[in-house]
């Protein structure tokens, strides 16, 4: 089984880009992040015509989250438990959608942003963290065994490794301690990153700004990221990050990350 996680920056904008990609690359399941479209929106018949099933969670045109899948859906979640909201009036943001694949616990999640340590987004992307570390150990403690991967884009860069250059980044979201130490919790829920071992740094990213020629000038950051319980880490074969999904027309600012199951 191939499973893969990528933030395609609108779905409506990249349809063809995506779809292209799904044609060639064998995937099962992708989740994707950042769809920027309502559920009546998404274009979920191109998927169809290559045999994957969608569920999506979108309200407008900021966040959204969706899972395709050509190996079927079961006990489809949109939101986990105690998933903080934001806005005025307060609301939960479609950032976070789980469903059951192929006998594989999958989610699909968009992180926060946090926008700068100042802002209140902050401090909500680190309740929102919390909350996920929370119920991801309930998962886990009530089924040990369960294969579970927690996929999407993070807005953490968790090691010095995954920046480009550190003094660029200094007082700046994404690589805080804070945010660090929340992502460090949640692995410490029970979760394993299942890609890094076959990708090491440093300069191996999953992201770069479309301002000042980041990709060419190789300034990217590593931020997305697929977690897996360890009965799904035992059985991952290989992992990658397909940076050639980066280049060419109208790419997405992130490349999709790829792991296999045997």
């Not at 769809?35 to 959204?64: A, E, I, M």
């Not at 697929?226 to 880490?233: R, Y």
Request: contains cysteine; glycine residues 8%; aromatic residues 10%.
């Amino acid at each position: 089984m191939r499973i893969a996680t990528w933030n395609v920056n609108s779905i409506r904008a990249r349809i063809d880009r995506v779809t292209d990609w799904l044609a060639r690359s064998d995937v099962d399941i992708v989740a994707l992040q950042e769809t920027k479209c309502r559920d009546d929106q998404f274009p979920t018949d191109r998927f169809r015509d290559l045999g994957y099933d969608v569920v999506h969670d979108g309200r407008s045109q900021w966040n959204g989250v969706a899972l395709c899948s050509r190996v079927g859906f079961d006990d489809v979640t949109v939101g986990f438990a105690g998933q903080p909201s934001w806005g005025e009036p307060p609301e939960v943001e479609a950032r976070a959608i789980g469903a059951t694949c192929g006998g594989v616990r999958v989610w699909s999640l968009y992180v926060p942003n946090g926008r700068a340590l100042d802002d209140p987004h902050y401090r909500y992307k680190l309740d929102w963290l919390d909350h996920l570390r929370t119920t991801t150990a309930g998962w886990l403690a009530d089924e040990p065994d369960l294969p579970l991967a927690l996929m999407g884009d993070w807005n953490i860069a968790p090691c010095d490794d995954d920046v480009w250059d550190m003094a660029a980044f200094d007082g700046d979201t994404h690589v805080s301690a804070d945010e660090r130490a929340a992502f460090r919790s949640v692995l410490d829920a029970g979760l394993t990153d299942v890609v890094r071992p076959h990708t090491p740094g440093p300069g191996v990213y999953t992201y770069w700004d479309y301002k000042q020629l980041s990709f060419p000038k190789r300034r990217g950051m590593r931020i997305d990221f697929i977690l897996g319980s360890p009965s799904f880490a035992k059985r991952v074969t290989r992992a990658s990050i397909d940076r050639e999904e980066r280049k060419g027309k109208s790419p997405s600012d992130h490349a999709p990350v790829i792991v296999d199951l045997g």
